[in-house]
């Protein structure tokens, strides 16, 4: 009975609060500016809105299929984005994460230094304040998508 019992119990556990998952604004400014520090392009693309990522998926797309059978745009490709493989054989998301990391660490977002002031819940919508050093107060619009809270991507935010 015991055994049984802990296979039930242990997925549950599991499952559980990804650590990716932001459940509140501070706690989605706190994973952010996590995951821009460290670059991970993976983790931030966790944390963008799905409309988001769609959007930098067809760039990616873009640049890829302006890559295919062009050995040398191929090479700058993996050379702009730090890869190991020929980024036209690369799954694109994969290697939308990986443009995103590169992305990241060339132009840093202002969310990077932001404090945090205060959110504002408006039904499945989070409206996150905070403050950017000598940009003063920003709203930034977050959406809950699969049990998180994302926002949707704005260059040179």
């Known amino acids: ?32 500016q996590e995951a821009e520090r460290a670059r991970d392009g993976s983790a931030v693309w966790n ?32 050379e702009r984005y730090g890869l190991k493989e020929d980024p036209t054989q690369m799954d694109l998301e994969k290697l939308t994460q990986a443009r995103l990391g590169k992305e990241l660490e060339a132009h840093p977002t202002g969310l990077i230094q932001a404090k945090f002031v205060e959110e504002k819940e408006q039904g499945e919508q989070v409206v996150l304040v905070v403050e950017i050093e000598g940009k003063g107060k920003k709203e930034i619009g977050l959406l809950r998508e699969e049990g998180t809270l994302r926002m949707k991507w704005v260059a040179g935010l």
């Open 1 to 32: 009975m015991r055994t049984w019992i802990a296979g039930i119990v242990l997925p549950f556990v599991a499952v559980g609060c990804s650590p990716k998952e932001a459940k509140s604004g501070r706690e989605f400014l706190e994973k952010f």
């Open 47 to 78: 944390l963008i809105a799905k409309e988001s990522r769609e959007a930098l998926m067809a760039e990616t797309r873009k640049e890829v299929d302006g890559a295919k059978g062009k050995p040398e745009a191929a090479e700058k490709l993996k």
